[in-house]
């Protein structure tokens, strides 16, 4: 038996979470009948995703896409720029997290639930960089500011490595992953991100990937990212088990 949010993350449709707003939206059927959260199956009913049969995926699909600004970080087809239908892989694929409509730069897309889960989830630190240009020049204040942590949202960021690179451009290593942080964290202290370009994503790196084309991540690239992902649950199941 398997959890209903499984075998749709494992069916490639959509991450565990994703899978469970599914459900919860009554968009999920077992063999006609609404799908209710934590609901197990055994894989041999008909599952349906808005009317539309699940079978599951067999092939394993990772990609390094280079979003061009403009292109939105959605699956739903009732957005005419949704990355999905940009990249038109040719099989179900779906963004892990974002990068906000002007925002430019590296994004993963896959297939695969689980690993989408692992990526996505904020105990594990993973690293993203980023290359922002903003409208007035830098301070010592402004980088010391945004490295230390900065109140948005009601909570205060995580502290992070900030670089100038010149008198408009900075590097900054982020460990989280808020709505339009960098964006709000700018706008703290009064200034207005210009251009921002993901360029790397844990040992993912954008390279010479030019906008608009994706590459498939495998061989030791793959191996290095699935390492560090396992290093991460090891870390954070050990971290549970020795709370009191």
């Known amino acids: 038996m398997i959890r209903i949010n499984k075998f749709l993350s494992d069916a490639g449709v959509c991450s565990r979470r994703e899978a469970d707003r599914l459900l919860e939206a009554g968009r999920v059927t077992v063999d006609g009948k609404p799908a209710a959260t934590g609901q197990k199956i055994t894989g041999e009913e008909l599952v349906c995703v808005n009317g539309r049969r699940v079978k599951p995926e067999i092939e394993e699909v990772l990609l390094a896409f280079h979003k061009p600004k403009g292109i939105v970080c959605t699956t739903s087809k009732k957005e005419k720029d949704n990355i999905v239908d940009y990249v ?22 896959t297939n695969q639930g689980e690993l989408s889960d692992k990526l996505l989830r904020g105990s594990n630190g993973h690293e993203k960089e980023y290359m922002v240009t903003v409208n007035k020049r830098l301070t010592k204040e402004f ?7 900065v109140p948005i949202l009601g909570r205060i960021t995580r502290p992070c490595k ?7 451009t900075f590097k900054i290593i982020l460990t989280q992953g808020w709505n339009r942080q960098i964006r709000r964290m700018c706008e703290h202290f009064g200034y207005q991100v210009k251009r921002l370009v993901r360029f790397r994503v844990m040992n993912v790196e954008l390279g010479s990937l030019k906008a608009g084309r994706y590459r498939r991540i495998e061989g030791k690239e793959k191996s290095a990212l699935l390492e560090r992902l396992l290093k991460g649950k090891v870390e954070d199941d050990g ?5 009191s």
């Open 88 to 109: 038109n892989y040719g099989k179900r694929i779906y963004p892990v997290g974002r990068l906000d409509k002007e925002s430019e730069g590296l994004i993963l897309l």
């Open 143 to 149: 980088i010391r500011g945004m490295a230390g942590g």
């Open 162 to 168: 900030v670089v100038p690179v010149d008198e408009y």
């Open 239 to 243: 971290g549970k088990k020795g709370k």
